[in-house]
């Protein structure tokens, strides 16, 4: 008998409207899309053609103008303000190009900051930042800050502060922007071994290498999708 598929995310005719002043412009026009739990996707296209707006949604730091998205199965696009910020923060790992390190905190306290507003007790989150310091290679980086990190070193870091939480997804915008082709590699290479982990990955990019360590890609033209394999 076949396992039913569970699904991290699902959208069903997604729209985003945004007024600029007398003119309209349409981010999404009716995106329907499903991501299973351990999938790995790459969402692309062009400037304009949605994608942003669209990872913006499903980070739960935007709301569509029409539409529906569930995360996990629960419907999450008409919640307000405080229970979004509740659903990034149990729910969703991010990673972002600029790695949105804070600059005054360690390696250590970087990866601790997500728990701490989770209110995870102080033994379990040490253990957590050991644990994915540890997995993303920077045991002995701990008490080090930002401006003493590589740029991939400081993504490194970023990545394990969105796997603290044990989130349902992660999110990456442009992972490998702001780095050099090894650490690119570098960093592709963990986002796959997170994968085979059981990870679900939802990564926009506009580089074909990048989206070629994705099992699936999302294409978006226009504010719509255009392929889905």
Not at 4 to 14: C, R
């Amino acid at each position: 008998m076949n396992t039913p598929v569970e699904y991290a995310i699902e959208v069903d005719s997604l729209t985003k409207v945004y007024d600029m002043g007398d003119d309209k412009v349409h981010a999404l026009r009716g995106v329907s899309a499903k991501f299973a739990k351990g999938e790995f996707w790459a969402i692309m296209g062009s400037s304009g053609s949605g994608k942003s707006t669209l990872l913006q949604i499903l980070g739960c730091l935007d709301r569509p103008t029409s539409g529906e998205y569930r995360l996990d199965g629960r419907e999450v696009s008409r919640l307000g303000d405080d229970a979004l910020s509740d659903v990034r923060l149990k729910y969703i790992g991010f990673v972002f190009q600029s790695f949105n390190l804070i600059p005054q905190l360690t390696v250590a306290e970087n990866i601790a900051l997500p728990l701490y507003y989770q209110g995870v007790g102080d033994a379990e989150s040490r253990r957590r930042v050991e644990k994915y310091a540890a997995h993303v290679g920077l045991a002995n980086r701990m008490n080090h800050r930002p401006n003493q990190l590589s740029g991939g070193q400081q993504q490194r870091v970023a990545i394990a502060r969105a796997l603290a939480t044990d989130p349902v997804v992660i999110l990456a915008d442009e992972p490998t922007g702001n780095l050099d082709t090894a650490m690119s590699v570098e960093i592709m290479n963990l986002f796959t071994e997170l994968h085979r982990q059981g990870k679900t990955i939802v990564m926009v990019t506009h580089e074909d290498d990048i989206a070629a360590y994705a099992d699936h890609r999302l294409v978006m033209r226009d504010g719509l999708v255009r392929e889905m394999k």
